[in-house]
């Protein structure tokens, strides 16, 4: 029963990637809300959960949900920036891996690989999943909380490209040297493209923001399963995690303290300042 519950389950996941990338590349109108949820698992999820089972066979739920985040973008973007690169239009390209996702789901559904029984698994219980949902929430709060956070720094930057890509093609401009080739990598802006060419009504920030998101619940599922493979338990997983989180230049945080005791802005409206607006005044005052 449990071998048969354990092809059952790939096998169900595989048919929800295939259905929605099936209705992703079709002609229907979706709302904003689902269509980014959607593009979000079938773009940044799917395609290295697919692959996991395989490559990662031993792997627990959360190592294998780290392999999908870090390995999807770039089987999808690459994917992307392959076609791009041969001449295919922005819109072809971004059908072309939607339905190369739909076809390897199915298959994944039709032939699921053999399951690996749990006693033979890792054991990563819950704290792995702990510190990265309440680093990913700070992240999304601070993203989603202020809409003037997400352009600053370099995201214009990131946007011009993917908005070059999804409507001119590639190679892209330089968004700082109009006319001039963009001397830069644009994987990520290739795996952005395919959300603004499928669904140009989206938001050129839905997919950077979704990275950022994924990235960040990658990253401390990574440390913390890195932690437990160097012997760590659940407290030097949660202590790994506050490192990566907040170990940047440690005794440089009692700065940010004090400045809301100083200067022309103090109190809460310095901390805010601080908060709203991008990393640049932050490591500003942390180099003091």
Do not use: K
Not at 64 to 79: D, E, K, N, S, V
Not at 162 to 175: C, H, K, N, S, V
């Amino acid at each position: 029963m449990r071998e048969m519950a354990g092809r059952t389950r790939p096998a169900v996941g595989a048919l929800l990637f295939f259905g929605l990338a099936v209705a992703l590349a079709s002609p229907l109108a979706w709302p904003a809300a689902l269509e980014v949820v959607a593009l979000a698992i079938v773009l940044g999820y799917a395609p290295g959960a697919l692959i996991a089972p395989i490559l990662a066979p031993r792997s627990g739920a959360a190592g294998r949900t780290l392999f999908a985040l870090a390995t999807a973008p770039f089987l999808a973007g690459g994917a992307a920036a392959v076609l791009l690169a041969l001449g295919v239009p922005p819109p072809n390209a971004a059908r072309g891996v939607l339905w190369a996702v739909a076809v390897a789901s199915l298959v994944a559904s039709l032939w699921p690989p053999t399951p690996v029984a749990a006693a033979d698994r890792e054991r990563e219980g819950a704290t792995p999943w702990v510190a990265a949902g309440m680093w990913t929430s700070v992240v999304a709060a601070l993203l989603l909380g202020n809409p003037w956070l997400v352009p600053r720094s370099d995201g214009w930057f990131h946007a011009a490209v993917t908005l070059q890509i999804a409507e001119r093609g590639a190679p892209p401009e330089d968004p700082y040297f109009a006319g001039l080739r963009l001397l830069y990598f644009w994987g990520y802006h290739a795996w952005s493209m395919i959300w603004i060419a499928i669904s140009p009504r989206l938001s050129v920030w839905a997919p950077l923001v979704v990275l950022n998101l994924s990235g960040a619940m990658a990253v401390i599922l990574g440390v913390c399963l890195l932690a437990r493979r160097l012997g760590a338990g659940p407290r030097g997983m949660v202590a790994a995690a506050a490192v990566a989180t907040l170990g940047y230049s440690p005794f440089a945080w009692v700065l940010i303290v004090g400045r809301a005791f100083m200067g022309t802005v103090t109190g809460f409206g310095e901390m805010r300042r601080l908060v709203t607006l991008g990393v640049n005044p932050v490591m500003q005052a942390m180099s003091m």
